[in-house]
């Protein structure tokens, strides 16, 4: 059986897959027509459920559950790792709702929670890819930005000043781990395809994390930031056990994010069951 899987080129999700592409695990008699784009577009493309299997922003998946379910592995949440409100220059909370934003995406997470805690005006928001946003900063086309992804370990060697950090906020308030993207299958597919597929991306986290040399060659052709350095810290902050497997502590605080999300107004109702 042939599925559509499509996840973004950053180093966490090449981790991860690295084992079904160049299979180097049991497939269990599947094939995956592979395509790989910044989260954001594939946030965009499942409106139209072009993939059978997608990397999501988990405010994405509030807009097509729908049509989409959670996979219990390869998601990415946890602690001290969410997105970070970076400027060149000094700005205090109370003037974020009022000064120019980038974003990552409408669809990101990122977004989410910049909305869940400040709301800030709409004409105040400006999308770009998030490899963009530091330049965008630095030439002042905006007053600050979000990062994620690598540049979230770059900012500084830009001279640019972390503001905030979302995910520090998210945990301070709820202490949970925080919920960023997740691995989303077509909710219409059967129980036996859903399980088995969570168990094969399970199969190849597990593969990464006893064979981390096996992988390198595909993460750098894929990456945005070439550094080794950056690469490593990166895969450590953002594959961790809620990659694995969700468990209660990562289902309890997806639950808390869309929660938290449909008390702000920031996000649709999620279509129960979120999980397979």
Same mark, same amino acid.
């Given at each position: 059986?042939?599925?559509?899987?499509?996840?973004?080129?950053?180093?966490?999700?090449?981790?991860?897959?690295?084992?079904?592409?160049?299979?180097? !695990?049991?497939?269990?008699?599947?094939?995956?027509?592979?395509?790989?784009?910044?989260?954001?577009?594939?946030?965009?493309?499942?409106?139209?459920?072009?993939?059978?299997?997608?990397?999501?922003?988990?405010?994405?998946?509030?807009?097509?559950?729908?049509?989409?379910?959670?996979?219990?592995?390869?998601?990415?949440?946890?602690?001290?790792?969410?997105?970070?409100?970076?400027?060149?220059?000094? !700005?205090?909370?109370?003037?974020?709702?009022?000064?120019?934003?980038?974003?990552?995406?409408?669809?990101?997470?990122?977004?989410?929670?910049?909305?869940?805690?400040?709301?800030?005006?709409? %004409?105040?928001?400006?999308?770009?890819?998030?490899?963009?946003?530091?330049? /965008?900063?630095?030439?002042?086309?905006?007053? +600050?930005?979000?990062?994620?992804?690598?540049?979230?370990?770059?900012?500084?060697?830009?001279?640019?000043?972390? !503001?905030?950090?979302?995910?520090?906020?998210?945990?301070?308030? %709820? %202490?949970?781990?925080?919920?960023?993207?997740?691995? /989303?299958?077509?909710?219409?597919?059967?129980?036996?395809?859903?399980?088995?597929?969570?168990?094969?991306?399970?199969?190849?986290?597990?593969?990464?994390?006893?064979?981390?040399?096996?992988?390198?060659?595909?993460?750098?052709?894929?990456?945005?930031?070439?550094?080794?350095?950056?690469?490593?810290?990166? !895969?450590?902050?953002?594959?961790?056990?809620?990659?694995?497997?969700?468990?209660?502590?990562?289902?309890? +605080?997806?639950?808390?994010?869309?929660?938290?999300? %449909?008390?702000?107004?920031?996000?649709?109702?999620?279509?129960?069951?979120?999980?397979?």
């Amino acid at each position: 059986m042939v599925l559509n899987l499509g996840f973004s080129p950053c180093p966490n999700d090449t981790y991860i897959f690295d084992a079904i592409v160049n299979k180097r !695990i049991d497939l269990k008699g599947y094939s995956f027509d592979v395509q790989t784009a910044d989260v954001e577009i594939l946030n965009k493309n499942s409106f139209e459920q072009i993939l059978d299997i997608t990397k999501l922003s988990f405010n994405a998946f509030a807009y097509v559950s729908e049509n989409y379910q959670i996979l219990n592995s390869g998601a990415a949440l946890g602690f001290a790792n969410g997105p970070l409100l970076v400027s060149k220059r000094k !700005i205090y909370p109370d003037e974020v709702p009022y000064i120019k934003i980038a974003i990552p995406g409408k669809y990101t997470t990122a977004n989410m929670l910049l909305n869940i805690f400040w709301q800030p005006q709409k %004409n105040n928001v400006h999308e770009y890819l998030f490899s963009d946003i530091e330049d /965008a900063i630095q030439s002042n086309e905006v007053d +600050a930005g979000l990062v994620i992804h690598e540049t979230r370990f770059t900012y500084k060697k830009r001279g640019l000043l972390k !503001i905030a950090d979302l995910g520090e906020m998210w945990e301070k308030e %709820n %202490n949970l781990p925080l919920p960023l993207g997740a691995i /989303a299958i077509k909710r219409n597919l059967s129980q036996n395809i859903k399980n088995d597929i969570s168990q094969i991306i399970r199969d190849s986290i597990e593969f990464a994390n006893k064979n981390p040399e096996a992988s390198k060659q595909y993460i750098k052709q894929s990456a945005q930031e070439t550094s080794e350095e950056v690469t490593k810290q990166h !895969i450590n902050l953002y594959v961790n056990k809620y990659s694995v497997d969700l468990g209660n502590d990562g289902k309890s +605080a997806i639950n808390q994010f869309y929660k938290l999300g %449909n008390s702000k107004n920031v996000c649709p109702k999620v279509v129960e069951p979120i999980f397979i």
